[in-house]
């Protein structure tokens, strides 16, 4: 097949492949983008396409690659490497918390607030604060998960209501 005559075929699959590209991107510009971009890949490509096989396929699957493509190459765009060392260091300065009451509370007055909900509110809460999961926590104290998150649930409210000042 020609090149010329390859062109008029591939033009001929551009309004299923727009149809796909919508789905893609839902966007009208970024799906012409694709489109356009799937029609030049195919027909620099040409070589590859095999006669006989399903060309239609062929193109999908080549305006889906692009998609991914384009995609990781946005995601590594907008992912933010630091690597600032002592970060530590960022946060020190002379600004105050905006929250004085937090400002002022000791960590005594932490454990009281803790120690004064009960056992039954404060064990899965503190487990949860160590970094135990809901169900870790359920399975641990062989209870319900429902009754794991409500009790963790109550034990924050009540710990805010006792550490406000």
Not at 36 to 60: C, D, P, V
């Amino acid at each position: 097949m020609s090149e010329q005559e390859f062109g008029s075929v591939l033009a001929s699959h551009s309004r299923p492949l727009m149809g796909f590209a919508m789905k893609l991107t839902k966007d009208y510009d970024d799906a012409n983008d694709l489109l356009q971009e799937t029609l030049i890949k195919a027909y620099r490509n040409q070589g590859k396409f095999q006669m006989g096989t399903n060309l239609s396929a062929w193109l999908h699957t080549i305006m889906k690659n692009s998609f991914i493509t384009q995609y990781q190459r946005m995601v590594r765009q907008k992912t933010f490497i630091d690597t600032t060392e002592d970060l530590h260091h960022l946060n020190i300065g002379t600004r105050r918390s905006p929250d004085d009451a937090i400002a002022k509370m000791s960590l005594e007055d932490l454990q009281n607030a803790v120690e004064s909900i009960g056992e039954r509110y404060s064990v899965p809460f503190m487990m949860y604060f160590r970094g135990f999961k809901y169900l870790e926590i359920a399975d641990r104290l062989q209870l319900p998960l429902g009754t794991v998150k409500n009790r963790i649930h109550l034990a924050r409210k009540m710990l805010q209501d006792r550490v406000s000042y």
